[in-house]
């Protein structure tokens, strides 16, 4: 069993929670998310990273090849143009929700990862089993750091790290 926590926790389906700690077993299935109200306390085998702790992006760009994307996601259609050559990474994703952010500040970093996450989970009908930080699911867990976590935006620095 593994226990992650970090500056935030996006569970994807909630609103982020600070210093939040997740805990995992071997298999990455999620068994517990504590809300500690922004209090982490030192703890055995608690590992804490710099950056917030999200859901693994569902990558339905495959799914829905061209325009069928955008019909699917109709809030990323204005923003076709930022979308980079090649859609078939983790980091790929990354590049362009950074270029998302950088172009509209308005748009927040909790509804891009809920459309990459949860939204693109639910699009596959695969919502019970990833695309959020519940108990019971098998999301993927990646750490991005990097970014300004006094407005939690993303930046030309942020980068991620798959960690389960």
Not at 16 to 40: E, H, Q, W, Y
Not at 60 to 73: L, N, P
Request: net charge positive.
């Amino acid at each position: 069993m593994k226990k992650y926590a970090a500056h935030y926790l996006f569970p994807g389906n909630k609103p982020p929670i600070s210093k939040g700690i997740i805990t995992m077993d071997s298999s990455g299935l999620v068994i517990d998310i504590v809300n500690p109200a922004g209090k982490l306390t030192e703890e055995a085998g608690l590992e804490f990273h710099n950056g917030i702790l999200c859901p693994a992006f569902v990558n339905v760009f495959h799914e829905f090849e061209g325009d069928r994307f955008y019909r699917k996601f109709p809030f990323l259609a204005p923003f076709k143009a930022l979308q980079p050559q090649r859609l078939n990474t983790e980091k790929d994703l990354l590049s362009w929700l950074i270029a998302i952010q950088q172009t509209d500040e308005k748009i927040s970093l909790q509804r891009l990862l809920a459309t990459f996450t949860i939204e693109a989970a639910k699009a596959i009908d695969l919502d019970k089993e990833m695309g959020s930080l519940s108990p019971g699911k098998r999301p993927g867990l990646m750490l991005i750091s990097g970014m300004d976590y006094q407005q939690l935006r993303l930046t030309s620095k942020s980068h991620l790290k798959v960690l389960a």
